[in-house]
């Protein structure tokens, strides 16, 4: 059974256009963290949230935690083809342990 | 800072042989790292917890004998994968941390192996 529950799990849009992807949690994690991955590549830190209601921003992209810490969203804004990856978010557990949710694909056409 | 080197990058194996995979973290010590596998267009599965000077911990359904892993320095981590079967291939990656508490997880680039 997986823990985080990803959505959706594809995505393809125009260049331009914005994007949101979903992260629920069954459970409460130290922390949680998004990722991109790339093909035959390892995945990549996008962004650490810890507490509940935050908000960060990198660029084009906005994390946010929802107050119960359950769950999060990634949303891209003006996407570009160099945003087309596998987007992963991955709880933390107190033994430091990753739990990765099952990714989104996304696709940005130019 | 913090970088994570896994070698090889691909490898093709008869069934039946051994690999060994390399993980180093080539600027910081690292006292654990993980070991995960990735089948084509799906996540990450933790296979293993790779612990300096002892046993290293296995997931639920991870055969240990199949997978040994050996973490005799700081630096450094192997997952040999023993007597393999093309079901064995997959995309292996590692990951390790200098502070987890405080710093997000690295990467290796993964290796793809390849059992035929």
């Known amino acids: 059974t997986q823990l985080l529950e990803q959505s959706p799990q594809f995505l393809s849009i125009q260049e331009g256009e914005n994007l949101t992807v979903y992260c629920n949690s069954s459970?409460?994690?130290?922390?949680l963290q998004w990722y991109r991955q790339e093909p035959g590549e390892g995945p990549v830190l996008l962004v650490t949230?810890?507490?509940?209601?935050e908000v960060k921003k990198l660029k084009r992209l906005t994390f946010q935690f929802g107050d119960a810490r359950k769950d999060s969203s990634l949303h891209i804004t003006a996407a570009q083809p160099g945003d087309t990856g596998l987007y992963l978010c991955?709880?933390?557990?107190?033994?430091?342990?990753?739990?990765f949710g099952a990714g989104t694909t996304v696709t940005v056409r130019a | 800072g913090a970088v994570v080197s896994q070698h090889p990058s691909r490898v093709i194996c008869k069934s039946g042989t051994s690999v060994k995979i390399e993980c180093r973290s080539l600027d910081f010590q690292a006292t654990t790292m993980f070991w995960y596998r990735q089948f084509p267009k799906q996540s990450l599965m933790l296979m293993a917890t790779s612990n300096e000077g002892s046993k290293a911990t296995y997931e639920q359904g991870v055969e240990k004998d199949k997978f040994l892993i050996n973490h005799a320095s700081l630096t450094l981590s192997t997952l040999t994968v023993t007597s393999a079967h093309p079901e064995d291939s997959s995309f292996y990656i590692c990951?390790?941390?200098?502070?987890?508490?405080?710093?997000?997880?690295?990467f290796g680039s993964g290796t793809r192996l390849t059992v035929v």
């Open positions: 949230v810890v507490t509940g209601g």
């Open positions: 991955a709880g933390v557990g107190w033994d430091y342990k990753l739990s």
């Open positions: 990951s390790a941390s200098p502070d987890p508490s405080n710093y997000g997880y690295t």
């Open positions: 459970s409460v994690f130290s922390s």
